[in-house]
């Protein structure tokens, strides 16, 4: 009886460790997310689409 309760105690801490890793993983995904709609809000509209042009032309 004793075996199968520590078992059951260490099922139980497996499963809280993988809640907690879940939602820290979801809580850093949700920063990046947020970081990045920031980011994107704060660039002129003009340079978000536009792919950059070389300061000098290519030589023929």
Known sequence: ?????L????SAELIRE????????EARRAA???SRR?????R????RH???RHRF???A
């Open 1 to 5: 009886m004793f075996h199968h309760e």
């Open 7 to 10: 078992q059951q105690i260490r």
């Open 18 to 25: 993988a809640t907690e890793y879940r939602l820290a993983r």
């Open 32 to 34: 990046r997310e947020e």
């Open 38 to 42: 920031h980011e994107a809000e704060r």
């Open 44 to 47: 002129p509209d003009s340079t």
């Open 50 to 52: 536009r792919p950059r």
């Open 57 to 59: 032309p290519r030589a």
